[in-house]
Structures are given as C-alpha cells and as structure tokens.
C-alpha cells in the first residue's frame, strides 16, 4: 500500500532539521512519505534529512530578492514538484514558500495546504520595505492563503495583523500554535556558573533583533559593573536588514560585547550563560529565547508580539520597551545587583518551556491536523481557535 505524502516547504534547508525535524521524524514513524524542500543544498543538513527517513528535493528560491522572474522559477517548480509527486498535504512555513506554493496549489485540486506563519518576515518589520512591496506581498499571501485550509500562527497579534492587512478574513481557519516547540532532551537544564552575569544574545545578525540596541546598553551595564560580560552569536544574513561584518568588527573592538560566531550547536552557549536576551523588535515565538528557557536561563526581552509570549513578568524575567537602551540596561543591571535572581527566574523558565513549549505536543497538534487533512478530501470540521472578534464570528 502506497504511504500517503506530505511535503514539508522551508527557505531555509538548516531549519528543516533544527525546526522541523522532530516533526518530520513522527510523520515518517506514523507511516508518512515525507519530501522536504528547500533552496539550498547543504550536503550534512539533507545528510540529516534522509536519516530521518524522509527525502529531499532543490526548490530554487532568493529567499530575500525581489526580482518577479525568479520568483516565477520558484513559482512553477513548485507546480512541477506538485505535478510529480502528488501529495496528499503540502506544509509551508516562512514568507516565500507558503506564498508560492499556495499560488502554485491553485492549479490543483486535491493536495490540502497547511500554512505555517512564523512571523511576518522583514516585510512588515518596522525596518522592513517600502509600502508598495508591503502591498504587493499581502495581496501574494490573500492570494496563497486563499488555498489553505489551515493557517497556523505562533500569537494572536500576528493573526490580528493578517486580519487587518486583510491577507485572511473571517472565513479562514486559523489555528494558535506555541511556535516550533523545543526538544527538552536535547535542550536539557544545566546548572549555572558562579559569577557575574554572562548575557547571551542568539540571532541572526540583523537590524531588528534589536542587537545594536544590545550593544549600547552593554556599554552602560559596564560603567558600573565592568565584570559582566556581553556574549553575541549569530549568523551573517543576506537579508537587507543585516548588520555588516565590519559593524560587528567595530563594536567588538570596542570591549563591550564578545562576537561568538555562528555554530550549529547552541547548547554549550546557553550552558555558559546566565540571562538570555533578545530585545527583538518582533517575532512570530522566539525559538532561541524557548530553547534558553528549557535550559533554565532567564529571560530579557521585548513587550511586543510573539517575544511578551515568553515571560510572566518577575517570575522568568523582564519585558523591556523595544528600541529603549536605558530600559534593557535597567533590566540586565537587576542580575548584576541580585545575582540569585538568574536562579530563581531560570528554574521558573524551566518550568514553562516544560508545559508550554514540549516539542512532543506541539507535534501532536500538528501530527492531528496533517492527518485529518491527509485522511479527508472535505476540511470544513477542522476545529478552529478563535483568536479575535473576527475569528469568533465565523464560529457563531
């Protein structure tokens, strides 16, 4: 008997594995043909695809360009890969690939599409683009996300936003989900060195994580507390946003903050830190700052969407005012006071990730809808979560 198939869609080929890849091992252990896509071809990433059990295909894609002619060429591989392979459910997550292959899944009746919205990308960031592609790009998701008959969304700010840039309306099903979850056993607790704080900040180098913001405050913590320590780790990005090399290069020189490069195993990072902080501008659910808090680190972020998800207030850490240095060198300068308190809140993140961020039920949730989709050629008793006024009304 043919295995029933699900196509997992990314930008990305690392973040099959290091957010998809718990997922993509229980649909294949469930007894799922899974194919997974991405742009790129990182020969270890689809080494661990394959080991997974699952197989991997080339979707050409500039996951930051702007140029319609290659986004055509993404556009109709995605109709070439539909047209082939036929699955019963196509997953998309990230900006392009639920754009093009919802628009691509028009062309066909029977694949159901699952739209998985982590965020809502450097586009309508608020050092995002201009307002003609803001425009363009929410009518592109009206118009893929026409064909989905699920949209997941990690907080209820982001399906505000779609409601309000009309890109969903309130006939779309959408469903809260706590992010990308975290593997509690290979993100495990550890305890923390004595000491002065170590602050870890774990991004891509980008403008609106808010890591020049960082480094500023950084400089006004050291005034009074020299023996703390600054730690930066992240990627370099092609993304317009991005910070340069030798932006990171001057503030390093200047002594505040340490530039750790990128890696592909955070865990002796956040082992050798006690506060992790990302005072991030928006997020769809921070998945570096949930993989701190399994770890049992305290949190610094921002109060806006997706990061206000992650901490109750004095109880796992504190919520800052984005873009506000003095507010982020206030809250970093509470651990250089009172130490004890990266014990006390990491215990507490500890116990949130373990009941909030399990990556075992998150999948559940997700293994249920991917299987009632697979299983169904009619959708409609999906159940829905109401997240707004609207949302609600199309449940009355």
């Given at each position: ?22 997922l993509i091992a229980q649909l294949v252990s469930t007894g799922y043909r899974v194919i997974a896509c991405a742009p790129d071809t990182n020969p270890v990433v689809i080494q661990e695809i394959l080991a ?107 399906a505000d936003e779609l409601l309000r840039r009309r890109m969903i309306d309130d006939r779309s099903l959408v469903t809260l989900v706590p992010g990308s979850g975290v593997d509690l056993q290979r993100f ?80 002796p990072f956040y082992a050798q830190c006690t506060t992790c902080v990302l005072p991030s501008y928006r997020e769809g659910l921070p998945r570096t700052v949930i993989e701190a808090m399994a770890t049992g ?100």
């Amino acid at each position: 008997m043919q295995r029933p198939l699900i196509v997992i869609a990314g930008s990305l080929s690392v973040s099959l594995t290091n957010f998809r890849g718990p997922l993509i091992a229980q649909l294949v252990s469930t007894g799922y043909r899974v194919i997974a896509c991405a742009p790129d071809t990182n020969p270890v990433v689809i080494q661990e695809i394959l080991a997974l059990g699952a197989e991997f295909r080339v979707v050409p894609m500039r996951r930051t360009g702007q140029n319609p002619l290659h986004d055509l060429r993404t556009l109709f591989s995605y109709i070439r890969l539909l047209r082939r392979e036929r699955p019963k459910v196509v997953l998309a997550y990230t900006l392009k690939p639920i754009v093009y292959a919802g628009l691509a899944l028009r062309f066909f009746h029977a694949p159901r599409f699952v739209a998985m919205m982590t965020g809502l990308g450097y586009v309508f960031g608020e050092t995002g683009s201009s307002g003609w592609l803001q425009w363009l790009t929410a009518r592109l998701n009206r118009a893929a996300l026409r064909r989905a008959q699920d949209i997941l969304v990690f907080n209820r700010d982001d399906a505000d936003e779609l409601l309000r840039r009309r890109m969903i309306d309130d006939r779309s099903l959408v469903t809260l989900v706590p992010g990308s979850g975290v593997d509690l056993q290979r993100f495990a607790r550890r305890p923390l060195a004595n000491g002065m704080p170590v602050f870890l900040l774990v991004a891509r180098l980008l403008a609106d994580k808010g890591i020049g913001e960082f480094v500023a405050a950084a400089a006004i913590v050291r005034a009074s507390f020299p023996g703390a320590r600054f730690q930066l780790l992240g990627p370099f990005d092609s993304n317009p946003a991005a910070i340069s090399p030798a932006q990171i290069e001057s503030w390093v020189s200047m002594g505040n903050v340490e530039y750790l490069g990128s890696t592909r195993d955070v865990r002796p990072f956040y082992a050798q830190c006690t506060t992790c902080v990302l005072p991030s501008y928006r997020e769809g659910l921070p998945r570096t700052v949930i993989e701190a808090m399994a770890t049992g680190r305290a949190i610094i972020t921002t109060d806006v969407p997706g990061c206000r998800d992650t901490v109750e207030v004095g109880r796992n850490g504190f919520l800052v005012r984005a873009r506000d240095v003095q507010d982020l060198a206030n809250a970093m300068m509470r651990f250089c006071h009172d130490p004890s308190l990266a014990t006390r809140m990491g215990e507490a993140s500890y116990r949130m990730a373990t009941d909030r961020f399990d990556v075992r039920k998150i999948n559940r949730q997700l293994l249920d809808i991917i299987g009632h989709l697979a299983r169904r050629s009619d959708p409609e008793d999906l159940p829905c979560v109401p997240l707004s006024a609207e949302c609600h009304r199309s449940m009355q």
